[in-house]
């Protein structure tokens, strides 16, 4: 399903000449692999890409798609498409991403292009966000407990994320630690969004609801539904 989704919004969206975003996570990477395949058929060209994580930046490196810094020249701090995968959509596409812990990037990607995409299973479609796959928000060391107090001040029930195969925490491409936070009843995403934000110490957090992507569904059925 998950690679169904990635080439289904890569093969209806990708033009050649794009600047194109490249998101992280087992969905988001059928999605940089499709367009590995069609720039190696040559059905692309032109392609540059801005990869969002370490994960999708050594995809890109074994694909062989040019990728750039965001500040960089060819890309100049915009780009055309994004696409990227998510943990839950909510009926009006309002997203909660960062399951993969990518989210500091993949949200300055997905809010500085033209168009943006997000490729899911159907496990992914929740009726409200906040109440069953965590929230992450990106924070600076320092802030882990000022910060994890005032999140609990919010209504939300805080853990540090743990790294596997890694005594300690996730540590951030930025050097930042992650606290998953879940709410007991459904809050407002719009709302909470910018609230969370207010908080001293926090970088960003995992609403996404200021960009309305059009999202690619795999249903276990086998066909691709689009919503925009
Ligand atoms: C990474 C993300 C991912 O896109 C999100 O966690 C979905 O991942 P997957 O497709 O592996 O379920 O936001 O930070």
């Known amino acids: 399903m998950k690679e169904a989704a990635g080439r289904a919004a890569v093969d209806a969206l990708v033009k050649s000449g794009m600047k194109l975003g490249l998101g992280t996570g087992s969905t988001a990477i059928h999605a940089i692999r499709r367009v590995g395949e069609l720039l190696a058929q040559g059905v692309l060209s032109n392609i540059k890409t801005f990869a969002t994580s370490f994960q999708s930046e050594i995809e890109c490196e074994k694909l062989g798609i040019p990728f750039f810094p965001l500040n960089s020249r060819e890309l100049s701090g915009s780009l055309d498409l994004c696409i990227d995968g998510a943990d839950e959509v909510d009926p009006q596409n309002r997203l909660i991403k960062g399951g993969g812990g990518a989210l500091l990037i993949e949200k ?33 060391p320092e802030a882990r407990l000022s910060a994890g107090k005032a999140l609990e001040k919010l209504g939300a029930l805080v853990t540090l994320r743990e790294a596997l195969r890694k005594a300690g925490p996730v540590i951030t491409e930025h050097g930042n630690l992650i606290l998953d936070i879940r709410f007991a009843s459904p809050v407002d995403p719009v709302a909470m969004e910018s609230e969370i934000n207010r908080i001293p110490g926090v970088v960003e957090n995992g609403f996404f609801t200021r960009i309305r992507p059009v999202v690619y569904i795999a249903r276990s059925s086998g066909t691709v539904e689009t919503r925009n």
């Not at 809010?111 to 600076?140: H, N, Q």
């Open 108 to 140: 300055v990607a997905a809010y500085a292009c033209a168009a943006f995409a997000i490729t899911v299973d159907e496990s992914k479609i929740v009726d409200t966000l906040g109440t069953g796959f965590p929230v992450p928000v990106e924070v600076i």
